[in-house]
Each structure stands twice: as C-alpha cells, then as structure tokens.
C-alpha cells in the first residue's frame, strides 16, 4: 500500500461525503432495514469513537419499539 499524506481539506471532504452518504442511507426505508447497510453505521460508529446510551437523543424511541423485530430466521429457510 503506498504510504502518502493527502491534504486536510480531500480528507475533510471525503469524510463530510461519508458521513452524509450514510444519513441517506439512513432516510431510505429499505436502506434501514439492511442488515449489511447497519453494519457499516455500527462500524463507522464505533471506528469513530461515538457512543449511544439511553441519554442519547432518540435511543428510548427505539428501546421501545422492540415489538416490530423481523424474523430473520425465515431468510435463512
């Protein structure tokens, strides 16, 4: 892998395109049902050092939704 520095603003940009790629993903309704799609909101969460907990704005909304879980095993079958 060639070992280069590219200038702050490209890695500005780049991460600005990131982050707003996964806000649209995020907004389309099949998009946020994707396994592999939350996947990479988790990781890129976690690569970046962000933390939800229930003080969070929004967690208890989804802490109570809980009844709506799709049955993942009837992919598999």
Request: proline content about 5%; charged content about 25%.
């Amino acid at each position: 892998m060639a070992n280069f520095e590219l200038p702050k603003e490209l890695l500005d940009q780049l991460a600005q395109g990131e982050v707003q790629a996964l806000l649209e993903g995020l907004q389309d309704p099949e998009l946020r049902k994707n396994p592999a799609f939350l996947a990479k909101v988790r990781q890129f969460l976690k690569d970046n050092n962000f933390l939800t907990t229930i003080e969070t704005e929004g967690v208890t909304e989804i802490q109570q939704d809980v009844s709506n879980i799709p049955d993942l095993m009837r992919l598999v079958e």
